[in-house]
């Protein structure tokens, strides 16, 4: 499945000169200047490819179904024409046309606010000529009004003449299990005919059951999947072989074989949008989100003085220039790379085949012999001692290569989908130059089973918890409930005529842990915003230093940004989540102003500002040793906290050296609970949320997975303390490009036994040994690739307690004693100022 992500677009055609817009049809001119645009754009994409023939699609429909004669440009630079006259829905008066009831922020105009609902089915017929055809279908799974849909009750199957493309999807679902507003589905099928029925079939299992679609994209495509009556340029994997795949046994060929894209990844390099593709209208994905574990190796660009040439074996319409132009490869450490594998993971459905294609291309003048890997696919050897130089000798520098690979995954009685990993290790026995890998493009598509289906099993339905209880019972009768529900709308009626366009509805009440302010208030206390007293800037919004109660309390005013629709969300957020908390190492809400459609929140004002400043690129004088134990073994506590004594617990999910704060006796209180989210019940691993936080940062776990765990805080955690220890950012473009990430750089160090040479030079006279290894020790664990091998944050608690322990006797000259596991925990409980704790385990959850 291919996900149309809601972000910016990099420098690749119309989108990187106009990120984010939306485009009408109201001005010609201007049309065409962006047309002229994508030309010149796309040309310069080109510059440094030879022999580059784009492919010209005989076929380019973009259907905006729903939507009324015209045309419209979506953010991509695609021109989409409403489905309504167009010739391609005959009887289309049978059909609803419907808009979303609600835009989600990020989700484009075009083609996902309009839908063409089906209650019964319904086929589209697309003139084409023969051959293979992209089919793309394009969903955004809200509810939909006149009249009302619900997407819930959506479940329906799509075909292309006897190819099965789903069964009882549900879009809601789908977008759901990988936390996506809308998603795209993309599909390969042959055309024998004239004519492309497509057609849509609500699930009759389900009699509120309708279909719906919001584009559809028809795009003519050359043969790009090899030919499956010549075997030699495919390699099985496991114990399969020709003989005993399908489409040999069928005596078919490839032309009769209907593909699902799975993934398409440039690797190395950001997402390639649709007019930077080399004709095809494909989008090819930034591939970080699936590199397994926190050994994300390093990513490059090709020497500009190499060309890509492509030849008759691989013309350019297998991949465009973009995707050879960046490659990732693990990096210029043998002792490291040897001790790893770097591995891609992608969920695929049980039950079919799929073609693996890796792209590769010789971007040096290098000889052979200079980087030899093997490839992995599940786990088996795909390929033994791969040189991409001696592969590519006859064709030269510059000339791409593929390999394909054929796996299948058969059905499982426990679950209904698999991880299918791909994995490259350097192959030591041609004695290389460098033991390193290197990748450019990885795609994996699924192949029809038997009988022409490529639908998978829906995902499960998540189960949401119920916000009301049903508690007017049978026996109650229908006055009461009368009676109680005219009760409900009086209520409403006076808090409506209270509210004055704020959305105090939407916020919990405050009354016992701060209060609500009025703007005038806070322009007193800020002297209306004033920009000398500004302390702060983050993704949220301006903090100020202010002064209320006339002056005798100072507080931190964080002021949000009145456009910022994710502001609006981190801002009922964080007044939830820090309503109901209470710790001495939590920062402390004071109260909130929502006047005027103001977003502030007020909190304890902290006169030491965050960890951060006090550790690089400040005028302060630099921290102790054991400050810094200190002040991480207070964020530890913190941290500790939300996953275990909170109810339910918390996971922060933005834990950074800016979010610790630090009081005037130098007390560490986490802070910024905007990303927060409640962590998963006894009964569950895991939240699926979409990817949220800070770069440098980020659990790969959870980037890659998009699951949240508390050890996702753990990870974080684990960066935080490489960043006291080495007084350095968790990410410096600035530096070699081995060393910018702190993670990976720091246990690079470790395990080669350097790590004294990243200490922050003010702390070399200052550390004992003990406590040094120690602390690097825990640390190293929050830095684990698996969250089931990371400590709970209790135990890393624990060990800074213990790093502390063994430092303060040697500062003192005295004898070192290891407190007993009961002890610490103990003295943790019951510190004095602590507030409120309802610690059970220090092992958390």
């Known amino acids: 499945m291919k996900i149309r992500s809601p972000i910016s677009v990099p420098n690749q055609g119309f989108s990187s000169l106009f990120p984010k817009m939306k485009i009408h049809m109201r001005n010609k001119t201007f049309l065409l200047l962006l047309f002229l645009l994508i030309v ?37 630079g695609l021109i989409w024409e409403g489905d309504v006259g167009s010739g391609y829905a005959p009887g289309i008066q049978k059909t609803v046309s419907a808009t979303p009831s609600y835009q989600a922020s990020g989700v ?9 609902i089906f209650q019964t089915p319904y086929t589209y017929f ?16 809200s509810d939909y009004t006149d009249p009302d849909f619900r997407a819930s009750n959506s ?62 994209e028809i795009v003519s495509m050359p043969q790009i999947f090899g030919d499956f009556n010549n075997f030699s340029n495919i390699t099985f994997i496991g114990s399969m072989n020709y003989m005993t795949f399908p489409q040999y046994i069928a005596l078919e060929t490839t032309d009769k074989t209907a593909f699902e894209t799975v993934a398409r990844l440039n690797v190395g390099g950001s997402t390639v949008y649709a007019m930077a593709d080399s004709g095809l209208y494909r989008e090819w994905d930034d591939d970080s989100m699936y590199i397994y574990g926190a050994r994300v190796g390093v990513t490059y660009t090709k020497d500009p003085n190499v060309t890509i040439r492509y030849s008759d074996t691989v013309p350019e319409y297998i991949a465009p220039p973009i995707v050879y132009s960046t490659a990732r490869s693990m990096g210029p ?119 022409g289906n490529l639908a998978g099993p829906n995902p499960p339905m998540k189960v949401k918890q119920k916000h009301i209880q049903h508690f007017l019972a049978i026996g109650i009768g229908v006055p009461a409930a009368a009676l109680f529900i005219l009760l409900l709308l009086l209520m409403a009626l006076r808090r409506w005529r209270q509210e004055e366009k704020t959305i105090v509805a939407s916020l919990p009440s405050l009354s016992n ?95 030491n500002g965050t960890l951060r400043d006090h550790l690089y690129k400040t005028q302060n004088p630099p921290l102790s040793w054991k400050q810094r134990l200190e002040i991480c073994i207070g964020a530890a506590r913190g941290f500790h906290y939300l996953h275990t004594g909170a109810k339910p617990g918390i996971i922060h999910r933005d834990v950074k050296t800016t979010n610790i704060l630090l009081d005037d006796k130098w007390v560490a209180k986490v802070s910024d609970f905007g990303l927060s989210k409640a962590a998963p019940e006894l009964d569950c691993t895991h939240v699926s949320t979409a990817v949220k936080g800070s770069f440098g940062y980020l659990d790969p776990e959870y980037y890659r997975k998009q699951r949240l765990t508390e050890k996702s805080d753990v990870y974080s955690f ?44 003010n702390l070399k006279d200052d550390i004992s040994p003990d406590s040094l290894e120690k602390f690097v020790e825990i640390a190293e664990k929050c830095l684990a ?61």
């Open 155 to 216: 479940y329906f199957s799509a075909s292309v003449g006897s190819y099965t493309l789903l069964n009882n999807f549900s879009a809601l679902l789908t977008a759901q299990a990988i936390n996506y507003d809308y998603i795209s589905k993309e599909f390969s099928v042959d055309i024998s005919s004239s004519i492309l029925n497509l057609t849509f079939t609500p699930s009759p299992s389900n009699k509120n059951a309708f279909a719906f679609v919001n584009g559809i």
């Open 40 to 76: 010149i754009t796309t040309s310069i994409n080109r510059t440094s490819a030879q022999n580059t023939t784009a492919y010209v699609p005989a076929e380019m429909i973009f259907l905006n179904c729903g939507a009324s004669e015209g045309n419209q440009a979506s953010q991509d």
């Open 333 to 451: 450490q043998p002792s490291v790379n040897l001790n790893y594998n770097l591995a891609w993971i992608i969920p695929v459905d049980t039950g079919f085949y799929y073609l693996v294609r890796l792209h590769s291309v010789r971007s040096s003048t290098q000889s052979h012999n200079m980087r030899v890997f093997d490839i992995f696919i599940n786990n088996q050897t795909a390929k033994k001692g791969f040189d991409v130089i001696a592969y590519t000798n006859r064709g030269g520098i510059g000339v791409p290569i593929y390999l394909d690979f054929i796996v299948f995954f058969p059905n499982t009685s426990t679950s209904s989908q698999q991880d299918l990993w791909v994995a490259l290790h350097p192959n030591m026995s041609s004695k290389p130059v460098f033991y390193d890998v290197e990748l450019n493009g990885l795609e994996i598509f699924k192949l029809n089973d038997s009988n």
């Open 126 to 141: 697309f003139p084409v000529t023969p051959g293979r055809k992209f089919v793309r279908l394009h969903f955004y799974p």
């Open 718 to 761: 684990g960066v935080v303390l490489f960043e006291v220890l080495c007084g350095r950012p968790a990410l410096d473009r600035s530096l070699p490009d081995e060393q910018v990430i702190l993670a990976d750089w720091a246990l690079h160090c470790k395990r080669n036994g350097t790590i004294d040479h990243i200490i922050d030079p």
């Open 108 to 116: 484009p105009t075009v083609p996902y606010m309009t839908a063409r």
């Open 513 to 607: 842990q701060g209060r609500l302010f009025s703007i005038s208030d806070i322009k007193i206390a800020t002297t209306d915003f004033s920009e000398s007293l500004l302390i702060g800037v983050g993704g949220f919004g301006k903090v100020y230093r202010g002064e209320i109660d006339g002056g005798s309390t100072c507080v931190a005013v964080k002021r949000g940004n009145q456009l910022s629709g994710q502001g609006a969300h981190e801002f009922r957020t964080e007044i939830d989540m820090l309503s109901k908390l209470r710790h001495r190492h939590l920062v402390s809400l004071v109260g909130y102003c929502n006047e005027n459609d103001e977003m502030i929140l007020i909190y304890d004002y902290m006169a």
């Open 785 to 845: 690739g698996l969250g089931i091998e990371r400590p709970s944050m209790g135990d890393v608690l624990w060990n800074l307690e213990l790093a502390l322990h063994l430092h303060d006797p040697v500062e003192k000259g005295e004898p070192i004693s290891i407190p007993n596991y009961d002890g610490m925990m103990n003295s943790i409980v019951t510190t004095e100022d602590s507030v409120f704790s309802e610690l059970r385990s220090l092992k958390g959850r």
